[in-house]
Protein backbone atom coordinates (compact mmCIF):
# COMPACT_ATOMS: atom_id res chain seq x y z
CA UNK A 1 0.00 0.00 0.00
CA UNK A 2 1.38 3.18 -0.87
CA UNK A 3 1.50 5.82 1.64
CA UNK A 4 2.63 9.27 3.06
CA UNK A 5 2.45 11.18 5.69
CA UNK A 6 0.20 14.10 5.49
CA UNK A 7 0.85 16.79 7.90
CA UNK A 8 -2.13 19.07 7.43
CA UNK A 9 -5.35 19.19 4.79
CA UNK A 10 -6.32 22.45 4.37
CA UNK A 11 -10.02 23.00 2.90
CA UNK A 12 -11.48 25.53 1.73
CA UNK A 13 -8.13 26.91 0.53
CA UNK A 14 -8.48 30.28 -1.98
CA UNK A 15 -4.48 30.91 -1.66
CA UNK A 16 -2.99 27.15 -3.56
CA UNK A 17 -4.06 27.64 -6.83
CA UNK A 18 -7.52 28.28 -8.59
CA UNK A 19 -11.02 28.39 -7.03
CA UNK A 20 -11.93 26.65 -4.03
CA UNK A 21 -9.57 23.93 -2.98
CA UNK A 22 -8.15 21.29 -0.84
CA UNK A 23 -4.82 21.66 0.16
CA UNK A 24 -2.77 18.43 0.84
CA UNK A 25 0.38 19.09 3.14
CA UNK A 26 2.75 16.48 2.47
CA UNK A 27 5.76 16.01 5.16
CA UNK A 28 9.16 16.07 3.79
CA UNK A 29 11.49 18.76 2.14
CA UNK A 30 14.74 19.03 0.00
CA UNK A 31 15.14 22.57 0.73
CA UNK A 32 15.63 24.29 3.84
CA UNK A 33 14.31 27.57 3.44
CA UNK A 34 15.03 30.37 6.13
CA UNK A 35 11.67 31.93 5.99
CA UNK A 36 10.26 27.86 5.61
CA UNK A 37 6.23 28.56 6.79
CA UNK A 38 6.01 25.22 7.35
CA UNK A 39 8.85 23.97 9.32
CA UNK A 40 6.86 20.92 10.87
CA UNK A 41 6.73 19.45 7.50
CA UNK A 42 10.24 19.69 6.60
CA UNK A 43 11.51 15.88 8.16
CA UNK A 44 9.49 13.57 6.41
CA UNK A 45 8.88 11.07 9.43
CA UNK A 46 6.56 11.67 11.80
CA UNK A 47 7.15 13.17 15.27
CA UNK A 48 5.85 14.49 18.56
CA UNK A 49 4.07 18.05 18.53
CA UNK A 50 4.05 20.46 21.38
CA UNK A 51 1.59 22.92 21.89
CA UNK A 52 2.44 25.16 24.54
CA UNK A 53 -0.58 27.83 24.33
CA UNK A 54 -3.20 24.99 24.81
CA UNK A 55 -0.92 23.26 27.51
CA UNK A 56 -2.19 23.55 31.20
CA UNK A 57 0.80 22.79 32.77
CA UNK A 58 -0.45 19.10 34.49
CA UNK A 59 2.77 17.43 32.85
CA UNK A 60 0.66 14.50 32.76
CA UNK A 61 2.54 13.37 29.51
CA UNK A 62 5.45 13.36 31.32
CA UNK A 63 4.67 10.79 33.69
CA UNK A 64 3.18 8.62 31.23
CA UNK A 65 6.26 8.39 29.13
CA UNK A 66 8.34 5.05 30.05
CA UNK A 67 10.81 6.42 27.54
CA UNK A 68 11.95 9.73 29.40
CA UNK A 69 12.06 11.24 26.11
CA UNK A 70 9.85 14.72 28.16
CA UNK A 71 10.94 16.51 30.41
CA UNK A 72 9.56 20.31 32.02
CA UNK A 73 11.52 23.42 31.57
CA UNK A 74 10.98 27.36 31.52
CA UNK A 75 9.52 26.82 27.92
CA UNK A 76 6.81 23.68 28.99
CA UNK A 77 7.65 19.89 27.33
CA UNK A 78 10.73 19.19 25.67
CA UNK A 79 11.18 16.60 23.70
CA UNK A 80 13.94 14.19 23.03
CA UNK A 81 13.33 12.99 19.46
CA UNK A 82 15.60 10.30 19.48
CA UNK A 83 14.29 8.81 22.69
CA UNK A 84 10.75 8.72 21.30
CA UNK A 85 9.24 5.63 20.08
CA UNK A 86 6.01 6.73 19.13
CA UNK A 87 4.04 4.51 21.25
CA UNK A 88 1.65 7.77 21.79
CA UNK A 89 1.10 7.25 25.85
CA UNK A 90 1.96 10.78 26.35
CA UNK A 91 -0.74 11.52 23.14
CA UNK A 92 -3.58 9.66 25.35
CA UNK A 93 -2.78 11.36 28.47
CA UNK A 94 -2.61 15.06 27.30
CA UNK A 95 -6.09 16.34 28.20
CA UNK A 96 -5.78 19.19 25.70
CA UNK A 97 -3.94 18.25 23.24
CA UNK A 98 -1.26 19.98 23.75
CA UNK A 99 1.23 17.14 22.96
CA UNK A 100 0.18 15.34 19.76
CA UNK A 101 1.78 13.76 16.50
CA UNK A 102 2.49 16.02 13.47
CA UNK A 103 1.27 13.68 10.75
CA UNK A 104 -1.05 10.91 9.82
CA UNK A 105 0.34 8.49 7.86
CA UNK A 106 -2.71 7.84 4.59
CA UNK A 107 -3.02 5.66 1.53
CA UNK A 108 -3.88 6.71 -1.69
CA UNK A 109 -7.40 6.11 -1.09
CA UNK A 110 -7.57 7.50 1.99
CA UNK A 111 -6.37 10.59 0.55
CA UNK A 112 -8.76 10.53 -2.05
CA UNK A 113 -11.46 9.89 0.38
CA UNK A 114 -11.00 13.33 1.75
CA UNK A 115 -10.61 15.11 -1.21
CA UNK A 116 -14.23 13.99 -2.53
CA UNK A 117 -15.72 14.99 0.72
CA UNK A 118 -15.31 18.71 -0.54
CA UNK A 119 -16.39 17.87 -4.18
CA UNK A 120 -19.57 19.75 -4.24
CA UNK A 121 -17.29 23.13 -3.16
CA UNK A 122 -15.14 22.94 -5.94
CA UNK A 123 -17.31 24.32 -8.66
CA UNK A 124 -15.94 24.85 -12.57
CA UNK A 125 -12.75 25.97 -11.08
CA UNK A 126 -11.36 24.39 -7.90
CA UNK A 127 -10.05 20.96 -6.98
CA UNK A 128 -6.98 19.62 -4.95
CA UNK A 129 -3.45 20.71 -4.56
CA UNK A 130 -0.64 18.98 -3.60
CA UNK A 131 1.53 21.30 -1.28
CA UNK A 132 3.94 20.68 1.55
CA UNK A 133 7.02 20.16 2.47
CA UNK A 134 7.33 18.85 -1.09
CA UNK A 135 5.19 16.64 -2.84
CA UNK A 136 7.71 15.37 -5.25
CA UNK A 137 9.45 13.79 -1.90
CA UNK A 138 6.37 11.48 -2.48
CA UNK A 139 6.07 10.75 -5.73
CA UNK A 140 4.40 7.35 -5.68
CA UNK A 141 1.87 8.60 -3.19
CA UNK A 142 1.31 11.70 -4.94
CA UNK A 143 1.51 10.83 -8.31
CA UNK A 144 -1.48 8.48 -7.86
CA UNK A 145 -3.59 11.13 -5.86
CA UNK A 146 -3.33 12.93 -9.13
CA UNK A 147 -4.41 10.46 -11.20
CA UNK A 148 -7.19 9.17 -9.01
CA UNK A 149 -8.08 12.71 -9.40
CA UNK A 150 -8.52 13.02 -12.84
CA UNK A 151 -10.03 9.41 -13.39
CA UNK A 152 -12.54 11.14 -10.71
CA UNK A 153 -12.70 14.32 -13.29
CA UNK A 154 -10.72 16.95 -10.18
CA UNK A 155 -8.50 19.69 -11.06
CA UNK A 156 -5.54 18.53 -9.32
CA UNK A 157 -2.24 20.89 -9.35
CA UNK A 158 0.63 21.04 -7.17
CA UNK A 159 2.99 23.62 -5.07
CA UNK A 160 6.56 22.63 -5.44
CA UNK A 161 10.12 24.16 -5.68
CA UNK A 162 10.80 21.68 -8.31
CA UNK A 163 14.03 20.19 -6.97
CA UNK A 164 13.45 17.20 -8.60
CA UNK A 165 15.09 14.82 -10.64
CA UNK A 166 13.54 15.33 -14.18
CA UNK A 167 12.12 12.02 -14.86
CA UNK A 168 9.97 12.92 -11.85
CA UNK A 169 8.92 16.28 -12.94
CA UNK A 170 8.02 14.83 -16.19
CA UNK A 171 5.79 12.17 -14.51
CA UNK A 172 3.90 15.06 -12.53
CA UNK A 173 4.05 17.66 -15.68
CA UNK A 174 1.78 14.58 -17.18
CA UNK A 175 0.03 14.07 -14.53
CA UNK A 176 -1.20 17.18 -13.13
CA UNK A 177 -3.54 20.20 -14.31
CA UNK A 178 -1.01 22.65 -13.11
CA UNK A 179 2.46 23.35 -11.87
CA UNK A 180 2.64 26.21 -9.23
CA UNK A 181 6.93 26.69 -9.33
CA UNK A 182 8.74 28.78 -6.60
CA UNK A 183 11.61 30.84 -8.02
CA UNK A 184 13.01 31.89 -4.29
CA UNK A 185 16.23 34.01 -5.87
CA UNK A 186 18.19 33.64 -8.83
CA UNK A 187 21.68 34.10 -7.83
CA UNK A 188 22.84 30.54 -6.86
CA UNK A 189 24.75 31.91 -3.93
CA UNK A 190 21.80 33.41 -2.58
CA UNK A 191 19.67 30.58 -2.95
CA UNK A 192 22.22 28.17 -1.86
CA UNK A 193 22.53 30.29 1.56
CA UNK A 194 18.89 30.93 1.88
CA UNK A 195 17.61 27.40 1.32
CA UNK A 196 20.40 24.78 1.72
CA UNK A 197 20.66 23.82 -2.13
CA UNK A 198 21.73 25.31 -5.22
CA UNK A 199 19.19 26.76 -8.22
CA UNK A 200 20.48 24.94 -10.84
CA UNK A 201 18.59 21.93 -11.05
CA UNK A 202 14.92 23.83 -10.32
CA UNK A 203 15.67 26.50 -13.49
CA UNK A 204 16.36 23.71 -15.98
CA UNK A 205 13.39 22.34 -14.88
CA UNK A 206 11.41 24.87 -15.62
CA UNK A 207 13.03 25.56 -19.05
CA UNK A 208 12.44 21.79 -19.60
CA UNK A 209 8.41 22.51 -18.78
CA UNK A 210 8.24 25.60 -20.38
CA UNK A 211 9.56 23.53 -23.21
CA UNK A 212 6.50 21.52 -23.20
CA UNK A 213 2.96 21.79 -22.97
CA UNK A 214 2.27 22.31 -19.65
CA UNK A 215 0.46 24.72 -17.80
CA UNK A 216 2.81 26.69 -15.21
CA UNK A 217 2.97 29.32 -12.62
CA UNK A 218 5.88 30.77 -11.73
CA UNK A 219 5.59 31.84 -7.97
CA UNK A 220 7.93 34.17 -6.15
CA UNK A 221 8.03 34.48 -2.59
CA UNK A 222 8.59 37.82 -1.36
CA UNK A 223 10.65 37.55 2.05
CA UNK A 224 11.85 40.61 3.38
CA UNK A 225 15.39 40.80 3.56
CA UNK A 226 16.12 37.83 1.33
CA UNK A 227 14.16 37.69 -2.30
CA UNK A 228 11.92 41.24 -2.12
CA UNK A 229 15.26 43.48 -3.42
CA UNK A 230 14.72 44.61 -7.31
CA UNK A 231 18.34 42.91 -8.37
CA UNK A 232 16.45 39.49 -7.57
CA UNK A 233 13.42 40.61 -8.99
CA UNK A 234 15.05 41.85 -12.39
CA UNK A 235 16.85 38.53 -12.56
CA UNK A 236 13.55 36.22 -12.40
CA UNK A 237 12.13 38.95 -15.18
CA UNK A 238 14.89 38.21 -17.04
CA UNK A 239 14.69 34.40 -16.34
CA UNK A 240 11.15 33.81 -17.55
CA UNK A 241 11.21 36.45 -19.98
CA UNK A 242 13.62 34.07 -21.96
CA UNK A 243 11.92 30.79 -21.66
CA UNK A 244 10.70 31.43 -25.03
CA UNK A 245 6.68 31.16 -24.23
CA UNK A 246 3.83 33.19 -21.58
CA UNK A 247 4.10 32.32 -18.37
CA UNK A 248 2.57 34.11 -15.71
CA UNK A 249 4.41 35.41 -12.35
CA UNK A 250 2.62 35.51 -8.95
CA UNK A 251 4.04 37.44 -6.08
CA UNK A 252 3.41 36.08 -3.00
CA UNK A 253 3.69 38.32 0.09
CA UNK A 254 5.43 38.01 2.89
CA UNK A 255 3.58 35.91 6.22
CA UNK A 256 4.35 36.44 9.67
CA UNK A 257 2.17 34.05 11.18
CA UNK A 258 3.74 30.93 11.63
CA UNK A 259 6.15 32.18 14.51
CA UNK A 260 4.71 29.83 17.02
CA UNK A 261 5.48 26.77 14.66
CA UNK A 262 8.84 27.92 15.70
CA UNK A 263 8.29 28.28 19.19
CA UNK A 264 6.92 24.72 19.68
CA UNK A 265 10.10 23.05 17.58
CA UNK A 266 12.02 25.27 19.22
CA UNK A 267 13.80 26.40 16.08
CA UNK A 268 15.10 30.06 15.56
CA UNK A 269 12.65 32.52 13.78
CA UNK A 270 14.40 34.96 11.06
CA UNK A 271 12.08 37.62 11.50
CA UNK A 272 11.52 40.90 14.65
CA UNK A 273 8.10 40.06 16.28
CA UNK A 274 6.81 43.38 14.34
CA UNK A 275 8.04 41.93 11.27
CA UNK A 276 4.61 42.57 9.13
CA UNK A 277 4.01 41.81 5.29
CA UNK A 278 5.44 44.39 2.56
CA UNK A 279 3.69 47.24 1.98
CA UNK A 280 1.82 46.96 -1.15
CA UNK A 281 3.72 49.91 -2.82
CA UNK A 282 6.90 48.63 -2.61
CA UNK A 283 4.75 44.87 -4.14
CA UNK A 284 2.97 47.29 -6.81
CA UNK A 285 6.95 48.21 -7.56
CA UNK A 286 8.22 44.79 -7.72
CA UNK A 287 5.48 44.13 -9.86
CA UNK A 288 6.63 46.93 -12.38
CA UNK A 289 9.84 44.86 -13.01
CA UNK A 290 8.18 41.87 -14.45
CA UNK A 291 5.58 44.36 -16.30
CA UNK A 292 8.29 46.16 -17.64
CA UNK A 293 9.89 42.64 -19.36
CA UNK A 294 6.26 41.96 -20.98
CA UNK A 295 5.78 39.49 -18.54
CA UNK A 296 1.84 38.87 -16.33
CA UNK A 297 2.34 39.43 -13.05
CA UNK A 298 -0.16 38.86 -10.94
Known sequence: MITANVFDIKRFSINDGDGIRTTIFLKGCPLACKWCQNPEGLIPEIRLWYARNICVSCKSCIVACEENALRWDDRGVAIDHASCTRCSECVVACP??????????M?????LEEIKKDRPFYGTDGGVTLSGG???????FSLGVLRGCRECGINAQIETSLYARPEIVDAFAETTDKIIADIKLIDPARHYLATGVDN??????IRRLAQQDTNLLIRVPLIPGFTDDEENMRGIAKFVSSLGRDI?????????????KYESLRKTYQFDPDEREIPQQRVDALKQILTDCGLVAI
Not at 107 to 111: I, T
Open 134 to 140: ECMVSPA
Open 96 to 105: TGAIRFDARE
Open 107 to 111: SVAEA
Open 200 to 205: ALILSN
Open 248 to 260: PVELLNFNPMCRE
